[in-house]
């Protein structure tokens, strides 16, 4: 295996030792050295402070009571259900669960040698939020991922926070019955040391860590006879969803970026809130990208913008990390440490169509179902007013040639793409008309192609009327532009057995009130709009004033305490008073993994004790060490320390601190040379 500086920067190399993802990785670094370097979303050199500036995670809005207390359920599985009650996924568990018994967390080690018997358990939740209304809840899909170490009763919380954005990193001890947890912040600039994309992170297929593999699956089995009766009861995809999840959490940095950064002005962000509506109101299905609003105040000024300010690019960081086999033989390879430094996710390098896009698509998951619904409620009723524009469309159309119960009715003219056209599939019974499917209607000018389904069937005098809403949101049917599909009739000789038939569809243009809404809160200069992050709370309550609905009842949760750190000093002199300002960001509290070797008086004592495994893990930054994990410090956290990856290995303070490591071992230890994989552990019952 190659060292870390030659596998970093030597060009001379064999292409059949190197997979696509080792060779990607050179690629980008090269490309960073010769200065042609994309802005970062996320890195890990600016993780921002532990406890956020305001808000706080999706975790401490459900479970925090105030004062700093909170009830969270137990046991983990009381704790699951109570989540899976929030969560409505369409009929299928909202809250996907896999094990990871022998992971790569820092809380690897805490069960052994039990691994099986307490295997780590990771949840993500995947659905809409149950509530409805006034009530709505918040988003929790791919915001709240959860792991939970049952020997330790430890939870790790990884959680979106609105108000700024970003996920936060907590930790809660003394979880378990008659216990009252304690929660505090994670040390975020460790965490961003695996988490560089400062999100959840996940490992690549086929998951081989997970209970997706049938030999774990197994052992989880054996090792719990009194839990599983078979593999049926382990074995899941839901390793792939929580995959899945995991990349879409990934985006929301991307899509807050832009929103924040691409549109500076508040005619962007309206333009941009705009398209969002559209596509929300129509199931998910289309917006108006052709408006000249889109166009002109979203498109154009974050074309502008981007050009401007990131001529070479967005990175987005990367969140999953290279797959690993806990049973594997051989040695582990450098890319399946979490702290080798990953090449980014995508880079984009300008603004396109679909980059445009998908940024609407992304920020539209802030909002719920409920409170769509409840926007499209409320335009269907003012609509009622004689004054609401209403557009007719209108087609012939005539019946395939079938003798048998259902008949298929085409309407309009295929050959001219923005003429009205449909198409039906007609059931009768004993020579009447039972029922109407529409498997296809497209309106003029219109790209959306749509299967509605029929709310309510209205028989007239000579034909039929059809009330029509959304196939799965029970939304009503809409165009890309916004505007409500509010009747569908077909008129011929009843029962529309034969003859001349004709559709006609009128569509209420509705979609202004929405727009004059937009235009309200531009004009009042409304706080949805400003510079802060995409916060649904505020959108959907400022845009429901401005529509004259009733403000949403929402309860406050109560604001997290902000955590207190104790200052804990080692007093290091001489030398050795070095692996302060490298070490202390992650080895300077009690913790067993990563091991505090940097805590109190007896930090000397500690030192001595890791001193073997300090010095390999810092020689491996030497191009001349073959090493089989990362070096530390972590090459995603130099940037932070004021260093760089080239410049750190040819540092005064690299030389000293490897010298002063090297006469402490010698002394003391004489392990010299001796492989890393047998040196003694750093602390008790920490594995490095």
């Given at each position: 295996?190659?060292?870390?500086?030659?596998?970093?920067?030597?060009?001379?190399?064999?292409?059949?030792?190197?997979?696509?993802?080792?060779?990607?990785?050179?690629?980008?670094?090269?490309?960073?050295?010769?200065?042609?370097?994309?802005?970062?979303?996320?890195?890990?050199?600016?993780?921002?402070?532990?406890?956020?500036?305001?808000?706080?995670?999706?975790?401490?809005?459900?479970?925090?009571?105030?004062?700093?207390?909170?009830?969270?359920?137990?046991?983990?599985?009381?704790?699951?259900?109570?989540?899976?009650?929030?969560?409505?996924?369409?009929?299928?568990?909202?809250?996907?669960?896999?094990?990871?018994?022998?992971?790569?967390?820092?809380?690897?080690?805490?069960?052994?040698?039990?691994?099986?018997?307490?295997?780590?358990?990771?949840?993500?939740?995947?659905?809409?939020?149950?509530?409805?209304?006034?009530?709505?809840?918040?988003?929790?899909?791919?915001?709240?991922?959860?792991?939970?170490?049952?020997?330790?009763?430890?939870?790790?919380?990884?959680?979106?926070?609105?108000?700024?954005?970003?996920?936060?990193?907590?930790?809660?001890?003394?979880?378990?019955?008659?216990?009252?947890?304690?929660?505090?912040?994670?040390?975020?600039?460790?965490?961003?040391?695996?988490?560089?994309?400062?999100?959840?992170?996940?490992?690549?297929?086929?998951?081989?860590?997970?209970?997706?593999?049938?030999?774990?699956?197994?052992?989880?089995?054996?090792?719990?006879?009194?839990?599983?009766?078979?593999?049926?009861?382990?074995?899941?995809?839901?390793?792939?969803?929580?995959?899945?999840?995991?990349?879409?959490?990934?985006?929301?940095?991307?899509?807050?970026?832009?929103?924040?950064?691409?549109?500076?002005?508040?005619?962007?962000?309206?333009?941009?809130?705009?398209?969002?509506?559209?596509?929300?109101?129509?199931?998910?299905?289309?917006?108006?990208?052709?408006?000249?609003?889109?166009?002109?105040?979203?498109?154009?000024?974050?074309?502008?913008?981007?050009?401007t300010r990131w001529p070479e690019g967005l990175a987005l960081a990367n969140s999953r990390v290279a797959d690993r086999d806990p049973f594997a033989t051989g040695p582990a390879s450098l890319e399946q440490d979490p702290l080798f430094l990953r090449p980014a996710h995508a880079t984009w390098y300008r603004v396109d169509p679909i980059l445009a896009r998908g940024i609407v698509y992304r920020l539209s998951g802030y909002l719920t179902l409920a409170d769509v619904q409840r926007i499209d409620r409320h335009m269907i009723e003012l609509s009622d007013d004689p004054s609401t524009p209403i557009q007719k469309f209108r087609a012939s159309c005539r019946f395939e040639d079938q003798a048998n119960q259902?008949?298929?009715?085409?309407?309009?003219?295929?050959?001219?793409?923005?003429?009205?056209?449909?198409?039906?599939?007609?059931?009768?019974?004993?020579?009447?008309?039972?029922?109407?499917?529409?498997?296809?209607?497209?309106?003029?000018?219109?790209?959306?192609?749509?299967?509605?389904?029929?709310?309510?069937?209205?028989?007239?005098?000579?034909?039929?009327?059809?009330?029509?809403?959304?196939?799965?949101?029970?939304?009503?049917?809409?165009?890309?532009?916004?505007?409500?599909?509010?009747?569908?009739?077909?008129?011929?000789?009843?029962?529309?057995?034969?003859?001349?038939?004709?559709?006609?569809?009128?569509?209420?243009?509705?979609?202004?009130?929405?727009?004059?809404?937009?235009?309200?809160?531009?004009?009042?200069?409304?706080?949805?709009?400003?510079?802060?992050?995409?916060?649904?709370?505020?959108?959907?309550?400022?845009?429901?004033?401005?529509?004259?609905?009733?403000?949403?009842?929402?309860?406050?949760?109560?604001?997290?305490?902000?955590?207190?750190?104790?200052?804990?000093?080692?007093?290091?002199?001489?030398?050795?008073?070095?692996?302060?300002?490298?070490?202390?960001?992650?080895?300077?509290?009690?913790?067993?993994?990563?091991?505090?070797?940097?805590?109190?008086?007896?930090?000397?004592?500690?030192?001595?004790?890791?001193?073997?495994?300090?010095?390999?893990?810092?020689?491996?930054?030497?191009?001349?060490?073959?090493?089989?994990?990362?070096?530390?410090?972590?090459?995603?956290?130099?940037?932070?320390?004021?260093?760089?990856?080239?410049?750190?290995?040819?540092?005064?303070?690299?030389?000293?601190?490897?010298?002063?490591?090297?006469?402490?071992?010698?002394?003391?230890?004489?392990?010299?040379?001796?492989?890393?994989?047998?040196?003694?552990?750093?602390?008790?019952?920490?594995?490095?």
């Amino acid at each position: 295996m190659m060292g870390w500086r030659r596998f970093r920067f030597r060009l001379s190399f064999s292409m059949s030792n190197y997979s696509r993802f080792t060779l990607l990785l050179l690629l980008a670094m090269i490309l960073d050295y010769a200065g042609a370097a994309p802005r970062w979303v996320e890195h890990a050199s600016i993780p921002g402070p532990d406890t956020p500036e305001t808000g706080q995670s999706r975790f401490d809005d459900l479970f925090l009571l105030g004062s700093g207390r909170y009830q969270i359920p137990y046991p983990f599985s009381n704790l699951v259900e109570s989540l899976e009650s929030r969560i409505d996924n369409a009929g299928k568990p909202g809250v996907r669960l896999t094990f990871i018994p022998m992971g790569r967390s820092l809380q690897r080690d805490a069960p052994a040698p039990d691994y099986f018997k307490f295997s780590r358990a990771v949840i993500a939740l995947e659905g809409e939020p149950v509530t409805a209304g006034n009530a709505a809840g918040e988003v929790l899909e791919y915001r709240l991922f959860i792991a939970h170490q049952p020997k330790t009763e430890t939870l790790e919380i990884i959680s979106y926070n609105d108000a700024v954005g970003r996920f936060e990193f907590q930790v809660i001890e003394k979880y378990g019955p008659n216990l009252s947890p304690q929660v505090r912040r994670a040390n975020r600039i460790m965490c961003l040391s695996c988490h560089q994309n400062a999100a959840p992170i996940f490992a690549m297929r086929p998951w081989s860590e997970t209970s997706f593999n049938v030999e774990i699956a197994n052992k989880l089995v054996s090792a719990q006879p009194q839990k599983y009766d078979s593999l049926i009861d382990v074995v899941s995809a839901d390793a792939g969803v929580i995959d899945l999840l995991t990349e879409r959490a990934n985006y929301l940095a991307a899509a807050q970026f832009i929103w924040q950064r691409g549109c500076q002005t508040r005619r962007c962000r309206v333009a941009l809130l705009r398209a969002i509506l559209q596509y929300r109101l129509s199931g998910e299905s289309s917006f108006d990208s052709n408006h000249p609003d889109y166009r002109q105040d979203y498109f154009n000024e974050l074309t502008r913008n981007w050009e401007t300010r990131w001529p070479e690019g967005l990175a987005l960081a990367n969140s999953r990390v290279a797959d690993r086999d806990p049973f594997a033989t051989g040695p582990a390879s450098l890319e399946q440490d979490p702290l080798f430094l990953r090449p980014a996710h995508a880079t984009w390098y300008r603004v396109d169509p679909i980059l445009a896009r998908g940024i609407v698509y992304r920020l539209s998951g802030y909002l719920t179902l409920a409170d769509v619904q409840r926007i499209d409620r409320h335009m269907i009723e003012l609509s009622d007013d004689p004054s609401t524009p209403i557009q007719k469309f209108r087609a012939s159309c005539r019946f395939e040639d079938q003798a048998n119960q259902t008949r298929i009715l085409n309407c309009g003219n295929a050959t001219t793409p923005e003429s009205l056209q449909a198409r039906f599939s007609i059931e009768y019974q004993q020579g009447n008309l039972d029922s109407i499917r529409i498997m296809k209607l497209q309106i003029p000018l219109d790209a959306n192609l749509m299967q509605p389904k029929i709310r309510q069937l209205s028989r007239l005098q000579r034909g039929v009327k059809a009330e029509l809403e959304h196939e799965t949101t029970n939304l009503a049917q809409r165009l890309a532009n916004g505007d409500r599909i509010k009747s569908l009739v077909l008129l011929g000789n009843d029962p529309l057995l034969s003859g001349k038939i004709s559709l006609e569809v009128e569509v209420a243009e509705e979609f202004r009130l929405v727009d004059q809404a937009l235009s309200s809160l531009l004009e009042k200069n409304q706080q949805a709009l400003g510079d802060s992050a995409f916060r649904r709370k505020t959108i959907v309550r400022e845009l429901a004033l401005a529509l004259g609905m009733k403000p949403m009842d929402w309860r406050e949760p109560p604001v997290a305490v902000s955590d207190i750190k104790e200052t804990l000093s080692s007093n290091l002199g001489g030398e050795l008073a070095l692996l302060e300002p490298y070490c202390s960001h992650c080895h300077a509290d009690t913790s067993v993994n990563p091991p505090g070797f940097l805590t109190g008086n007896e930090a000397g004592a500690k030192i001595l004790q890791c001193a073997p495994r300090m010095l390999a893990r810092l020689k491996a930054w030497q191009a001349e060490t073959d090493f089989p994990a990362s070096p530390m410090p972590p090459p995603a956290f130099l940037e932070f320390v004021g260093t760089t990856i080239e410049a750190w290995p040819k540092s005064a303070h690299y030389r000293r601190l490897v010298a002063s490591l090297e006469n402490m071992v010698r002394k003391n230890h004489q392990l010299l040379g001796t492989d890393y994989q047998h040196l003694p552990p750093c602390l008790a019952r920490a594995n490095e």
